[in-house]
T-cell receptor
């Protein structure tokens, strides 16, 4: 099976702009989680989607949002970008909500 | 919520030596402990995992041990090779228990294997 894919792989934005990142899970996987990875904070959980519904949310401001489509593909959106949003954004999919997560290659976002 | 501490943050070994990375967790309800390896510029890859009904699991040169009483688990890599150089993350979750299965990750250990 093809692995988790994410697009785009790299993004450069300026402060105040918004960005949308996309994640396609492994075929048959219905749960998608998003993480922010930075050198100082490690892997921080953003949110989890299952059956098009947000099931869990991490401790991030409302500027971070997401959604999941009926085919399990997911998008996350960050509005009013700040310099501190520069990070690697990883999505991970799992077969169900209680199974092992498999990560995508990530989208590296740079905010100038 | 769950808190996972991981040590050391950096580990430097000579090729052929063993490497041990240790993690402690706070929530006694956690019952699933995966380990991920992330090479530079690549995605985290699951390398081994263990569930709380097992004390040890081995896969070739990699082994994980779990002490539920002390709430700590460790990754052991024997006969290290330069390609083992990467950042290793431990995690703890309550998978399959009906609770939140979202894993809490340790801060990572940068393993450097010198040829």
């Amino acid at each position: 099976k093809a692995g988790v894919t994410q697009t785009p792989r790299y993004l450069i934005k300026t402060r105040g702009q918004q960005v949308t990142l996309s994640c396609s899970p492994i075929s048959g996987h219905r749960s998608v989680s998003w993480y922010q990875q930075t050198p100082g904070q490690g892997l921080q959980f953003l949110f989890e989607y299952f059956s098009e519904t947000q099931r869990n949310k991490g401790n991030f401001p409302g500027r971070f949002s997401g959604r999941q489509f009926s085919n399990s593909r997911s998008e996350m959106n960050v509005s009013t970008l700040e310099l501190g949003d520069s990070a690697l954004y990883l999505c991970a999919s799992s077969l169900s909500r209680q199974e092992t997560q498999y990560f995508g290659p990530g989208t590296r976002l740079l905010v100038l | 919520g769950e808190n996972v501490e991981q040590h050391p943050s950096t580990l430097s070994v000579q090729e052929g030596d063993s490497a041990v990375i240790k993690c402690t967790y706070s929530d006694s309800a956690s019952n699933y402990f995966p380990w991920y390896k992330q090479e530079l510029g690549k995605r985290p890859q699951l390398i081994i995992d263990i569930r709380s009904n097992v004390g040890e699991k081995k896969d070739q040169r990699i082994a994980v041990t779990l002490n539920k009483t002390a709430k700590h688990f460790s990754l052991h890599i024997t006969e290290t090779q330069p390609e083992d150089s990467a950042v290793y993350f431990c995690a703890a979750s309550k998978g399959r228990s009906g609770g939140s299965y979202i894993p809490t990750f340790g801060r990572g250990t940068s393993l450097i294997v010198h040829p």
